[in-house]
């Protein structure tokens, strides 16, 4: 729940209430073709504290469209990813929380326009969040601060139907904090193909995704960094039903070793409805 508010000449807007940070930030049109969660949601190299899909939290938030095609936008959000409903507290998704000493501060540039005919989308951003956070020696530190880079380019558009072709797309984060951190750096990387088969709405895609586990997690005893491989084709049965298949080899599920639990291979399916 929140308002929102622009005005007719479209140059800047505002939000407040109930928000998560990944419904403006950090996404990548490629990265939510995906199944996995690792490649679906953005939150690998968040904060922990940061509200992502599905959680939301109190937040005010900004954007200023400089011209055509470079936005930035800030956003203040109260730091807290508790507010699901796990414990009983939020049965009805409604909880305002403001806690003065812990927030989650982002602020993102973007650019949206095109490179000889075919479209890119650029963003460029840095996040910092107020709260205390445990180190891998076993002391508290206050901050922890990161910056990403997310890019989605078309290399190739069909003559007639310019948003169908081949993409690349890639998501990266860098937290400074590394003994601090749940994961210190995190790489998304992939292609897809829109309009594979000639007058279909269909899409082919491919990603390696790598959120690297940090220096705290691996001292907690969890060994290694659990990696994803992603092969996926969705394709418009009808409008508004679509049916997706999905191939995943997951490297050290868990975040184990081969010696505690072999990699997995996973195949998935999914449809869905829109009306």
């Known amino acids: 729940m929140y308002f929102q508010y622009q005005p007719s000449n479209n140059k ?13 930030y950090l996404a990548t049109d490629g990265s939510d073709l995906f199944l996995h969660g690792a490649a679906a949601t953005y ?3 968040l904060s922990p504290n940061a509200p992502a899909w599905p959680v939301a939290s109190t937040a005010l938030q900004a954007h200023y469209n400089l011209n055509d095609n470079w936005t930035l936008r800030l956003g203040a959000f109260d730091a807290d990813a508790d507010n699901l409903d796990e414990a009983g507290v939020n049965p009805h998704g409604f909880r305002f929380t403001l806690q003065p000493n812990n927030f989650f501060l982002i602020t993102e540039a973007s650019w949206n326009g095109s490179i000889s005919g075919n479209k890119g989308v650029y963003r460029f951003g840095s996040w910092h969040d107020t ?7 076993g002391g508290l530190r206050r901050g922890l601060s990161s910056i990403y880079l997310a890019a989605d380019q078309q290399l190739y558009a069909k003559n007639g139907r310019r948003a169908d072709g081949f993409y690349l797309f890639a998501l990266a984060g860098w937290v400074f904090q590394q003994n601090s951190a749940p994961v210190d750096y995190d ?9 594979l088969i000639a007058d279909w709405d269909d899409t082919l895609g491919i990603i390696f995704t790598y959120p690297h586990e940090g220096d705290r997690a691996v001292i907690s005893e969890i060994i290694t960094t659990e990696s994803f491989f992603e092969l996926t084709y969705k394709t418009k049965i009808t409008d508004g039903w ?6 995943q080899y997951v490297k050290n599920p868990g975040a184990a070793n081969d010696m505690q639990l072999d990699n997995a291979t996973v195949l998935g399916v999914r449809t869905s409805f829109t009306f």
């Open 131 to 137: 709260d205390r956070f445990p180190t891998s020696d």
């Open 12 to 24: 800047w807007g505002i939000k407040a209430g109930l928000l998560a940070v990944d419904e403006d």
């Open 187 to 195: 790489i998304h990387a992939g292609a897809y193909w829109n309009g």
């Open 43 to 45: 939150w690998s190299t």
């Open 242 to 247: 679509s049916l997706q298949g999905s191939l």
